[in-house]
C-alpha cells in the first residue's frame, strides 16, 4: 500500500529563519506529489504540486519543493518564513487510482 | 463558483444518533471523497466515488456510508455515531483524470459524546 511519511511533527522556528520539511513515499511507479497547507481554524488550500518536467516546483507564497526519484522524496523549502507561514503542512502523494494519500501532517510555528 | 460546499461546520452528536454530513460541488468534479482527519494521523479517506452511481471504501469506511446520486452531491451517513467518531471530516473533488489537483471543503468538527 501506498504510505506518505513526514519527518517532523512539530516544527518551531523564529521569523527569517529558513525551512526544510521532509515527505517521503513510498511507491515505485509514476507519481503526482502535492503539498498542501491548513491555516489555523481554515480548509486545506494547495502549495504547489509536481506532475511531471522541472522536479524543483515553485508555489504559492515563496514555497518551493523539489521532487528526487531517487530518494523517493518531495521536500517543502522555504527561504525565509514568516509569522503568517504559522500552519499544518500536509504532503500527499497520488500514485494511481485517483486515491491522495496524506502524510502525518507537520505543524510549523514561527516565532515572532 | 463556490467551490466545495459542506454543511454543517459543527456538529454535537449523542453517542447512538445518526445524521448525514453534506458535501456539494458545482465544478463538475467526477471524483468526490470523504477524509478525516485526526491529530498526528493526517486525513486518511473513508469513502470516494468516481462518479454517479459508483462508490467505494476508503481505508477507515467503517461506521460510515456514502452514495453518489448526482454528480454535484456526496453526502456521508454516520448510523450509529460513535465517540471515536469524533473528528474533523473533509470532502474533497477533482476531476477524474491524472495531473489534477483536489479542492476541499472548509470541513465539518464533529463531536460524539
Known amino acids: 500500500a501506498q504510505s506518505v511519511s513526514q519527518h517532523n511533527h512539530h516544527v518551531i522556528l523564529s521569523e527569517a529563519a529558513s525551512l526544510e520539511l521532509g515527505c517521503n513515499y513510498s511507491?515505485?511507479?509514476?507519481?503526482?506529489l502535492f503539498w498542501y497547507v491548513q491555516y489555523p481554524g481554515q480548509h486545506l488550500q494547495l502549495l504547489l504540486k509536481y506532475f511531471s518536467g522541472d522536479p524543483l516546483v515553485k508555489g504559492i507564497k515563496g514555497f518551493e519543493a523539489e521532487f528526487i526519484k531517487s530518494k523517493f522524496s518531495f521536500n517543502l523549502r522555504k527561504p525565509s518564513v514568516q509569522w503568517s507561514d504559522t500552519a499544518e503542512y500536509f504532503c500527499?502523494?497520488?500514485?494511481?487510482?485517483?486515491?491522495?494519500?496524506f502524510g502525518a501532517g507537520t505543524i510549523l510555528r514561527v516565532k515572532s | 463558483n463556490a467551490g466545495v460546499t459542506q454543511t454543517p461546520k459543527f456538529q454535537v452528536l449523542k453517542t447512538g444518533q445518526s445524521m448525514t454530513l453534506q458535501c456539494a460541488q458545482d465544478?463538475?468534479?467526477?471524483?468526490m471523497s470523504w477524509y478525516r482527519q485526526d491529530p498526528g494521523m493526517g486525513l486518511r479517506l473513508i469513502h470516494y466515488?468516481?462518479?454517479?452511481?459508483?462508490?467505494d471504501q476508503g481505508e477507515v469506511p467503517n461506521g460510515y456510508n456514502v452514495s453518489r446520486s448526482t454528480t454535484e452531491d456526496f453526502p456521508l451517513r454516520l448510523l450509529s455515531a460513535a465517540p471515536s467518531q469524533t473528528s474533523v471530516y473533509f470532502c474533497?473533488?477533482?476531476?477524474?483524470?491524472?495531473?489534477?489537483?483536489?479542492?476541499f471543503g472548509q470541513g465539518t468538527r464533529l463531536t460524539v459524546v
Open positions: 500527499a502523494v497520488n500514485a494511481g487510482g485517483n486515491k491522495l494519500v
Open positions: 511507491y515505485g511507479g509514476t507519481v503526482n
Open positions: 474533497a473533488s477533482r476531476r477524474f483524470r491524472e495531473n489534477t489537483e483536489a479542492f
Open positions: 466515488s468516481v462518479g454517479a452511481g459508483i462508490t
Open positions: 465544478m463538475n468534479h467526477e471524483y
